[in-house]
């Protein structure tokens, strides 16, 4: 008969690999590539891991009211990312990625004696879709909702200010992180609806 305890260290694993101990060294090994095999098999990956976009998107090309805004520059980054080739011109794209609306909006949620804001709610909103150079629909209308909440201070007006648009930015790169999910999730379907 095996006893577990057999297989636990006795001394801490540093102690094993500096006496030339190979038992501490390969629980070590064993437990690391236990970990790893656990966290692919459940489908994680690290931030900034590219997934596979529609093969439609091989040459793409950003629509937008504001073509040279935080959260353009910030998709065509991703998409170049991923090994595809963004484009200025429509007419050599293979696929267009629109962005229909964006919107942020600030609600007040607390004020002071005086009716001065304490704390604002901003709500930023984006409208999206994916069509082929054909113009058939690979991804219909989409909208992403990201909520924030930006405690103000009315003496401090100008760093109240500056983390609004810190946190606007912020919704911005989550817009496109999600946006790219969605995108990633067209390639194993055959036009989605």
């Known amino acids: 008969m095996i006893e577990w305890k057999a297989f636990l260290p006795t001394r801490p694993l540093a102690a094993c690999r ?13 437990s690391t590539a236990a970990c790893v095999l656990l966290l692919a098999g459940c489908g994680f ?31 065509r980054r991703a998409i170049v990312a ?6 200025q011109n429509r007419d050599e ?8 609306d ?29 069509v082929d150079a ?16 930006l405690a103000y201070n009315v003496n401090i007006e100008l760093g109240s200010t500056r983390r609004q648009q810190q946190l606007e930015r912020d919704m911005q ?7 790219m999910m969605r995108l990633e999730a067209v390639r194993g379907q055959a036009g989605a609806k």
Do not use: C, W
């Not at 500096?18 to 064993?30: C, S």
């Not at 900034?48 to 959260?71: D, F, I, Q």
């Not at 991923?82 to 484009?87: F, S, Y």
């Not at 794209?93 to 229909?100: G, H, P």
């Open 93 to 100: 794209a293979s696929a267009e990625l629109d962005i229909l």
């Open 45 to 75: 990956h690290p931030v900034g891991s590219t997934g596979t976009l529609p093969p439609a998107m091989k040459v793409t090309y950003v629509r937008s009211g504001e073509p040279y805004g935080h959260l353009e520059n910030l998709l």
């Open 173 to 179: 790169r989550e817009a496109t992180r999600l946006i």
């Open 102 to 130: 964006t919107q942020l909006k600030r609600r007040v949620l607390a004020v002071n004696s005086r009716g001065q804001p304490l704390e604002y709610d901003l709500h930023y909103t984006v409208r999206f879709e994916l």
């Open 134 to 149: 054909s113009g058939k629909t690979l991804l219909r209308p989409r909208s992403i909702d990201l909520d924030r909440h």
């Open 82 to 87: 991923r090994g595809l080739k963004v484009t």
């Open 18 to 30: 500096r006496e030339g101990g190979a038992r501490g060294g390969f629980l070590l090994l064993v």
